[in-house]
């Protein structure tokens, strides 16, 4: 590594910072082609301003190397004002260096494969329910009702609340809160952030009640929020009120938003690709699959887990993370200075033609044993991020996506309806700009 004073002659990335005080916050959100048109004009790496800051964008499997092994001591994790904001000061997302890795473990133990396997009998009930449900309209805009199923899975499986109207009701104000999440920080009645900050008023209103409901119980529940309430640190310390609130606040978002892109984007993707459909279901004959599923059985379904990589590899539920520069370096001989932002992309790491072949096909025979595309390259395939930071959550999103992908193929025939824009919206997560209308019936 270069000396101080050389790595300060280093040029700083190409690129510009846009209009005084916004900066290209406005170009980030509005256009969609934002970062192709400046990766065609700077390159892999390049500066701007967004969110009130100075930021560096990179891209590629090196990039990611460069950062997640230097977490902690170049970078620190960071969100925009907004999203912190929102997520709140005592939320893991928020949280760095040892705050974060103790309280990282006391999460982990609801992921742990003894607590995902209690998850699945709940799972599959309330997959089971939602899509008889979904047989009787016919034809239905799917993207809001995946999002209603999502967020019953995650508060009824990890946070054991009662299901029916109390979802319904949370599901929507969630909504609203989502939306603020990446905006522009002005908290008036009538901005997105404003909205969504009275959103996380309400919401942590709702999950202090479920709070106190569950530290009455008497026995221990083997749910995420029972593991939390029951954790204690080194010194025997469990978690505080304020804590337990935005902890539980990041398990339904982490455990719903993403998820919910990553369903939809599984549904349309299989609806254009009815052979992939024709090879889950002749896999599930051979595990024997008739309708309740087993941990074992699903680890024999090798070709579900390729075509859910596939998926997510594709159209990644988050295009990218956030750090912020604590000590000031260097990355292809450029200099990343100390107290900029740096945001790489997960999106772009994804489309690199020198891991994947004909990046835009769909091919989920690439995740194959014998192909494995995603290995040549460390952090080539990161959609769950990657280093200390990983999604403390991936074995519960894997499952879910495993367990809707099975008992939908097997049971239902769903079609896309003529005339609509499949376009993706990503902000804040990627999802069809008319929601994904389908004609959905049982088989035979």
């Known amino acids: 590594m270069t000396s101080n004073e050389t790595r300060r002659s280093l040029p700083l990335p190409p690129g510009k910072f846009g209009l005084p005080v916004i900066g290209e916050t406005l170009s980030f959100f509005g256009d969609r082609d934002f970062n192709d048109k400046r990766q065609n004009q700077y390159g892999l790496i390049y500066k701007t301003h967004i969110f009130g800051q100075r930021t560096v964008i990179m891209s590629g499997s090196e990039a990611n190397r460069f950062l997640f092994t230097h977490d902690n001591s170049y970078f620190t994790s960071t969100w925009p004002y907004s999203t912190r904001t929102l997520l709140?000061?005592?939320?893991?997302?928020?949280?760095?260096?040892?705050?974060?890795?103790?309280?990282?473990?006391?999460?982990?133990?609801?992921?742990?494969?003894?607590?995902?396997?209690?998850?699945?009998?709940?799972?599959?009930?309330?997959?089971?329910?939602?899509?008889?449900?979904?047989?009787?309209?016919?034809?239905?805009?799917?993207?809001?009702?995946?999002?209603?199923?999502?967020?019953?899975?995650?508060?009824?499986?990890?946070?054991?609340?009662?299901?029916?109207?109390?979802?319904?009701?949370?599901?929507?104000?969630?909504?609203?809160?989502?939306?603020?999440?990446?905006?522009?920080?002005?908290?008036?009645?009538?901005?997105?952030?404003?909205k969504a900050l009275r959103c996380r008023t309400l919401l942590l209103e709702k999950i202090e009640e479920i709070v106190r409901r569950r530290q009455q119980e008497t026995g221990p529940r083997t749910d995420a929020l029972g593991l939390l309430l029951a954790a204690q640190d080194e010194e025997g310390n469990g978690l505080t009120l304020d804590e337990l609130k935005d902890q539980v606040l990041l398990l339904l978002f982490a455990g719903h938003e993403t998820l919910t892109s990553a369903l939809s984007s599984f549904c349309l993707l299989l609806a254009q690709h009815p052979q992939v459909i024709t090879k889950l279901r002749e896999e599930q004959q051979k595990v024997g699959f008739t309708g309740s599923l087993t941990m074992e059985m699903l680890k024999e379904m090798a070709y579900l887990e390729q075509v859910i990589k596939e998926v997510l590899r594709l159209i990644p539920p988050v295009g990218g993370a956030f750090r912020r520069v604590v000590k000031s370096c260097e990355f292809n001989d450029y200099q990343i200075p100390e107290g900029w932002m740096v945001w790489y992309q997960i999106n772009t790491t994804h489309q690199d033609s020198s891991i994947y072949p004909n990046p835009k096909e769909f091919d989920p025979e690439r995740f194959?044993?014998?192909?494995?595309?995603?290995?040549?390259?460390?952090?080539?395939?990161?959609?769950?991020?990657?280093?200390?930071?990983?999604?403390?959550?991936?074995?519960?999103?894997?499952?879910?996506?495993r367990v809707f992908g099975t008992h939908l193929v097997h049971g239902y025939d769903w079609e896309l309806l003529p005339d609509q824009n499949l376009e993706l919206i990503t902000v804040p997560t990627p999802s069809p700009r008319d929601g994904l209308r389908v004609k959905f019936k049982r088989r035979g």
């Open 88 to 194: 709140g000061p005592q939320s893991l997302a928020t949280q760095s260096g040892n705050e974060h890795t103790s309280r990282r473990r006391l999460m982990a133990q609801a992921f742990l494969p003894k607590a995902i396997a209690g998850y699945l009998p709940g799972m599959e009930q309330i997959t089971d329910r939602y899509l008889k449900q979904w047989e009787t309209p016919g034809e239905m805009t799917w993207y809001p009702e995946l999002r209603t199923y999502m967020f019953d899975i995650a508060s009824t499986v990890l946070i054991g609340t009662e299901t029916g109207s109390e979802t319904a009701y949370l599901s929507q104000i969630f909504k609203t809160w989502c939306e603020g999440l990446f905006s522009i920080p002005i908290n008036l009645p009538w901005t997105q952030f404003g």
């Open 368 to 401: 194959r044993a014998d192909r494995a595309e995603e290995k040549q390259k460390a952090f080539g395939f990161i959609p769950f991020g990657g280093g200390a930071r990983e999604c403390v959550g991936k074995a519960f999103a894997m499952l879910v996506l």
